[in-house]
């Protein structure tokens, strides 16, 4: 049984909270916040959990494991190094860390007390995006040759970090874990439509080295939700709507040849093959779930996780670059290192 | 009745052909195309049209007032310019010419002669951009925020010109026509999958000194169609979805105001208004009808028309710029001139 | 403060629970239910309330203003009856009683004491559904002439009622509530796939004096969850797609005339009118707590409830006559009384 | 080169006449129309065929082998027996006649005399019912549950023939092609809500003796256009949406199956079964020139059509039966024979 204590219980604390509580193999043993409302409403669902609005009174407790922290990100460096520093295995939420040189510090805080620090990049962890991910390893996809996504809506305006660190974010991990590849450099252009905000809209580009591109467009101020992502490949096409109830990824038989057929004068000699669409069944688990099982894997089976700090430090340095080219209305920025991911 | 040549009878010029054939105020009077083949398709629908593979038969020909060039682009400012100096109205495909030199060059010639040379950007034509523009011109949509736009497909790939020119172009037209503005900057990023052919996907940012800004989204490369521009002003949003049968314009009584609601600790203190939705009757004549007889009003009217020459220009400036972007990795290109358009 | 017990913690009795433990101005006050299990999780989320595996209990209690009783349609009558003779107000799951004799009675039971019977026909109090009772009301859709409904899903059977009890139901009550009139003859025919099942889909037609007719289309056995009602009115149109997550209710300006014009030799002489589209911003408060509300209000205020008995009763008659002629595959069945409803 | 001649130009005549003017082995002969008008614009477009406003010279013709009849259902028994009477091969578009035994009197005269009656059942011939079909016949979909299809739009009213006529006859085709089973009763309901004209809208039930039920949902008078067919088997699921611009048709590998298990107390114990849902690309030819390719064939071949006048006499027995069905407000009506159809 691993014994995990949460810090922070607001937006989503509440389901760290539940997720930890009822899996079975975790023991939630504390939670804290710096607001006493808020340690009622812990109180009053979970009566045996004690509650404390000193973080500190979490991480010398010598009885917790691991703690999870679901703090505004400007906390995230601190309380995850005084985490790594008590001993505990952390759980931080996304993204990972303010800037990429604390994450770096974070790793390596964690590698040396072999401790496991997973961050909450949940979307690595659904159903839809693990199955793009076999489809993409076995090569049924075929060399991905660009990803592009909308992730836009009404609302929830942030105030302390811009569209691209809630939003983009999600698709920054994605590309991480279907790619393997960090891009070599980044484009984007981004506006805040309202003096002293973060930026509530923003358009980003990746170059890859090996030839992909990929696109994320995501606002909060749509008048509509999207979240529709499409992958084409050699051989294959993917469409990726996560709004629907069920069908939620179609899987295209479709693609481009080019031939030599002289009579097209007009047109280039191009070959459109259309066959069949498919949806697989995708598991239907909550998301979190699962990456609160795998968390306790790895605590138990002293491995890395999926979406480790390296993972987490690599998006962040994904905003880093967005956000700088964002500035200057999209001049090219390369990454700092494009080193290839395993 | 006014009498038209047209030439180039391949993708688009049947299209021409059939419309001004079926006006009833003009008179189509000759067809000109190198394939002879084509030209007895013509000569089977209507054989009372002469046809020709040589065009200067048609702009030889005194009875002949306009002619409509349906050619590729590198051929249209020859023919245009060839057209205007025999003293024909000339009505020129989109992109206009495949330089913005190249179109003040025509524009010139045209009002030295007093010649309508109109470019044919069907869209500004079509219903729903026309009640798009009402209700910016009205202020029912309040300030204009964002305009971003998603015209994907697959196919149809193009030889000689890139999905900018192509598809781009489009958005590029109906921006000018509802902004009234010149982007002050563009940033681009774009690839072309397959060796010596044009970019077959781009995303194209505009940023504008009113504070709006517009993205595009263009791609001869995706698993689905979609033609779909949302719009989001002070006051209302919309959403114009051009593949949907009826109610291709939905405006959303949305919007964002800034309050100061001190319960809000974790979020800005924003405000989200949803109201009614609403779709309003578009008007559903095909808009190359409708544009055609613009074209005729222009001629015996005197007047530039709504698609004039300098319209042409800036697209194609626009179409330079974003095309410099793109092979620079979405460097910052600014435009040449952002005078304001009336 | 009303003081509220709850009969049968199964399916529905959770959110029964749950909507009058939030409700403000109800106090839960017991739980019943023949199973301890269940009763542990009451204990477990409400630890001041009190449980029992005796309904006796509840009734006997007189503390306890009002009990609402969710437990299987056959035990509706019995339960509901000790309930009002021990002086409670009663709160009852649809379908009120197995028969409309039983339901007669318990009018009556409730009548002689004054007290409130209020039978959960939940869809009456949805957004949606008030929405569409405004527009009918104000003569905004002008005469109805059709209500067509769609409700099928892939599941869940019930071995107790067919699918016309479990689905059907619910457009009995809308139709009753947006109607105003009880129709005068109903035909139906329906299938039970699986021997020694009740009824899995089944198709009901309703004629109406008024020259309406109602369709109503319900499966249990379906690849896909469908929502959609259809309203047509002479001077307007609805369409309610429950499942949207937002618009729900879409009005169209369109209508059919009869002309004169004699230039229509193959058609009738018919004139299509069709204009705007106007999706109305719903109340989306949850519709049991709007109902919770109302039946509390009904109590304080000792008057009708909108979903009272007398509307309980009619939707047990329409059961009963669409199960008689659905067994005898569709024969018409002559409703007991067509009394206009006010 | 087989010849025709084809009787009727109003609104369905053309695209015969195009079809077969295009089909390259068949040879357009001679159109008749009692309207003058009507011939101008075949003499426009098709100059080398011979137009006249008497049918018979068409009968009377020796150069003609066979004729297409597209005129008003009142008057196909008279041409279609006039033209079988003259040696032609007959196609009849649907329904094939006002009466069961006037369907029948065309099937014997056309056996007698061993030439071709084809009924233009035309969506037996699209890609969509015809990949059901396969699927039906290879047992993918296990034994067929119900069928139930949803055809409604506004307009286009009819004056001469119901709802039923008009637009339930493609699904009575359909079942029949499709089932191979006549049902052996039938229910339905409908109205005519403008005093004097034709039932506007109508639902209608069949029964079949292996245990599958129909339903078919039909209506001029909604604010929608939906054509959306629900199959359900025993192995697998269909949805066939004919609005779709792509994946039409969609396969769902679900179903239900009952269990023993007893922990389910309130359900019945019902195991649902949810897999992959598969679009087969669909053969994307035009219906009716698939149609018209195959009644070249029946001629050339000596062979009954697939909608031979069988086909089209059972069609015309389940509208007299619904029709009459539809008179009595449900009232069962028995087919008068439900043999078992090939």
């Known amino acids: 049984m691993i014994r995990i204590g949460v810090i922070g219980y607001g937006y989503w604390g509440p389901n760290l909270v539940r997720n930890f509580a009822e899996l079975g193999r975790a023991e939630l043993t504390g939670v804290a916040d ?8 812990v109180n009053k669902r979970f009566p045996a959990v004690k509650t404390t609005t000193d973080f500190l009174e979490l991480l010398n407790d010598p009885e917790i494991d691991a703690v999870a922290i679901a703090t505004p990100v400007d906390t995230h460096f601190e309380l995850g190094m005084a985490a790594l520093k008590a001993g505990k295995h952390v759980w931080l939420e996304k993204p990972m860390t303010e800037t990429s040189v604390q994450a770096r510090q974070l790793i390596d805080a964690a590698d040396k007390r072999k401790l496991v620090l997973h961050v909450d990049h949940t979307f690595v962890y659904t159903g839809a995006v693990r199955k793009m991910r076999d489809l993409v ?36 991990s994605i590309l991480d874990y279907l790619l393997c590849e960090q ?29 992909a ?16 992502v499409l992958v084409g490949g050699t051989k294959k096409m993917f469409v990726y709507d996560d709004l629907q109830p069920s069908e939620k990824l179609k899987i295209y038989d479709k693609g481009v040849s080019f031939t030599d057929d002289p009579a097209k004068i007009y047109q280039m000699r191009v070959g459109y093959r259309t066959g069949d669409m498919w949806a697989p069944k995708l598991d239907e688990q909550e998301a979190l779930k699962v990456g609160a099982e795998h968390f306790c894997d790895c605590i138990e089976q002293k491995k890395q996780s999926l979406t ?7 998006v962040t340095e994904l905003i880093e670059a967005a956000t700088a080219s964002m500035k200057a209305r999209g001049a090219t920025v390369h990454l700092p290192h494009a080193e290839k991911v395993l």
Chains 1, 2, 3, 4 share one sequence.
């Open 34 to 41: 710096l607001d006493p409302k808020k340690l009622e409403l």
């Open 213 to 228: 591109i990929a696109h994320v467009n995501v606002s909060w101020l749509a008048p509509v939700k999207v979240r529709t």
């Open 308 to 314: 480790d700090g390296r993972l987490g430090q690599r």
């Open 183 to 211: 891009p070599a450099a980044v484009s984007a252009g981004g506006i805040n439509h309202f003096p002293g905000t973060p930026e509530n809209l923003a358009y980003i580009t990746m170059f890859y080295d090996s030839g």
């Open 137 to 172: 390893k076995s090569d049924d996809l075929g060399k991905v040759l660009y990803y592009d996504s909308t992730r836009v809506n009404l609302g929830l305006f942030q105030r302390d970090v811009s569209v691209i660190s809630d939003l983009a974010v999600h698709d920054f």
